[in-house]
């Protein structure tokens, strides 16, 4: 992994460190520079190990030294540019590791988005290098059917696998007390967005969508999360003169615990590819609506039979999912098993091992 900053591939790979060590594995985890707040979320089994690098690309030398010092069985590695340099890196150690890719988001949306040449040259890179990997683990059917379709690897030889995202203390944290004045009972119910503050998240869509909300009843909206829109979404609350109804706070060491207590949890996402942020919604028995993006909620709202899809980029349709959701509350999520701790965990062993 790059770093542990907050995002939903770090927290997966947090909890997967965990499942491990429950089962005896002993575990390193590398990071190309030991930051971020998760750090303190792994147990203390886990040895990390700090390649010391400003960016991914340049942790290939330590990676092949770690590689080569350590000789692991298996490396398990995240995101597309961590996966193309541990591929790599596996090469030139010229060590019998069996190496093990995953996929968090959809490929066809991120080229699409692509802005610097690494990210230009990732689907070519991903079809060079990938075939190197001992096992290819997307996180959704839609994510898998999508690196199908760019790369042109067969459908049967990419693996899907739900990332544990309903961790054992996730109630716990989410019963943590609240510090803000919104939270307190008799104030406006609050909806609570969780996300990078990037364009695939499309935050400006649920901001508009909040101000149409705003003119049928009090209501206010909570954005957690930090990224390159701070500025431009600072700027379109103040031009709908939200400034006293908005908050945007940046990360939070337990953003649970403001789940728990928001009556309705947006997700107004672009594309994804298994939002952990809309399970762990779920879980907590908050009242969610999501877009239809591809991929990932269809699929998690079809499992738990619960919360409301509306189209992507709609913001009246957003407006009017929230109303709903507001007016209607929570409902009880049928069944998220499959994305508990104990079957992704025992699934990404037998692959690794």
């Not at 689907?123 to 959704?140: C, F, M, Q």
């Not at 054992?168 to 609570?192: K, T």
């Not at 945007?248 to 942020?277: D, I, K, Q």
Request: charged share 20%.
């Amino acid at each position: 992994m790059p770093t542990l900053t907050p995002g939903g591939a770090e927290r997966v790979m947090v909890n997967l460190a965990r499942g491990f060590v429950e089962r005896g594995h002993p575990v390193d985890f590398v990071l190309a520079r030991a930051e971020g707040i998760y750090l303190d979320d792994l147990p203390p089994e886990v040895r990390v190990v700090d390649l010391g690098s400003a960016q991914t690309l340049r942790s290939l030398p330590g990676l092949i030294r770690y590689l080569r010092r350590e000789r692991p069985h298996a490396l398990l590695s995240a995101l597309d540019h961590a996966n193309i340099v541990a591929l790599v890196a596996r090469q030139l150690a010229w060590v019998p590791t069996r190496m093990v890719v995953t996929i968090h988001n959809t490929l066809s949306r991120e080229i699409a988005q692509a802005s610097g040449w690494r990210d230009r040259l990732t689907p070519t890179l991903v079809r060079r290098i990938y075939p190197l990997a001992g096992a290819v683990i997307a996180v959704s059917e839609g994510v898998a059917d999508d690196f199908s379709r760019v790369t042109g690897r067969r459908r049967s030889q990419i693996e899907v696998v739900y990332n544990p995202v309903i961790a054992p203390d996730l109630e716990q944290m989410g019963a943590e007390a609240v510090d803000h004045p919104w939270f307190a009972p008799g104030q406006p119910p609050v909806i609570l967005g969780v996300g990078r503050l990037i364009y695939q998240k499309d935050h400006a869509t649920l901001i508009r969508a909040f101000a149409q909300l705003r003119r049928t009843r009090p209501a206010r909206l909570a954005i957690l999360g930090e990224g390159d829109e701070r500025p431009a979404l600072e700027k379109l609350i103040r031009e709908l003169g939200l400034q006293d109804e908005v908050w945007l706070p940046g990360h939070l060491r337990n953003p649970y615990a403001y789940m728990a207590r928001s009556a309705v949890f947006a997700l107004s996402s672009r594309y994804e590819g298994l939002p952990t942020v809309l399970i762990e919604a779920l879980a907590l028995g908050t009242a969610v609506v999501s877009t239809d993006c591809p991929h990932g909620p269809a699929e998690i709202l079809a499992r738990a039979r619960s919360g409301t899809l509306v189209p992507v980029g709609d913001v009246g349709a957003l407006s009017q999912g929230i109303l709903a959701a507001l007016e209607a509350g929570g409902q009880p999520a049928a069944d998220l098993r499959p994305f508990g701790m104990s079957y992704p965990a025992q699934r990404y062993l037998e692959l690794l091992l």
